[in-house]
């Protein structure tokens, strides 16, 4: 079976779907943008979860580039994902665009072991954290295509917040050439 990559235009926090992947900080506990708003829709379980999470063996946070998984809480979905995306910075591209490309990765693999047939992803990085979002988009996009080989995955959905995200990852998506593309 094909994983199929979609792309929608809307709101992350009300996607149907069994994994919504959140573009956290390394706190865990809440903030801005698509963090702010999975854990304001999402309700107290969430932020239970991830304070425990904090108690145990992630007591400093979790790292750039890595993903842990709570309830979901009042989400329309199972779980959530939690990533952790870098702050853009020019001179430290190389290292740090790994670490996004990995942000995708591990989410992939972790709702796989979850058992996910259907992830929606923000577009990590591309808000405050600053990353240019045709790079983004590029880095996301490239990343899945390459590692949506879980047989489990039915689906993989790129949620994105206004017209202007998805019409950027809709002309990166274009000029990638996947076949069967769909939005």
């Known amino acids: 079976m094909t994983t199929r990559i979609t792309l929608v235009e809307g709101d ?7 994994a919504v992947v959140n573009a956290a900080n390394s706190s865990l506990l809440g903030g801005g943008g698509v963090d702010g708003a ?7 379980q969430i932020l239970e ?6 108690a145990s063996h992630l007591g400093r946070g979790l790292s750039v580039g890595r993903a842990v998984a709570t309830t979901a809480g009042r989400l329309p979905a199972r779980w959530v994902v939690h990533t952790v995306g870098p702050v853009y910075v020019e001179e430290q591209y190389e290292e740090r665009a790994e670490q996004l490309a990995s942000c995708y990765r591990e989410s992939l693999r972790l709702a796989a072991e979850l058992g996910a047939r259907t992830v929606a992803f923000p577009a990590v990085s591309a808000g405050v954290y600053g990353w240019p979002l045709a790079d983004a988009a590029r880095i996301a996009l490239g990343t899945v295509v390459a590692g949506a080989t879980e047989p489990e995955l ?10 202007d995200a998805y019409r950027t990852f809709e002309q990166v998506w274009r000029a990638m050439g996947p076949e069967g593309s769909e939005e």
């Open 12 to 18: 992350i926090t009300e996607q149907q779907v069994d």
């Open 154 to 163: 039915a689906e993989v959905r790129f949620v994105l917040f206004g017209a």
């Open 38 to 44: 999975i854990h304001r829709r999402g309700g107290p």
């Open 49 to 54: 979860e991830c304070r425990r999470l904090r």
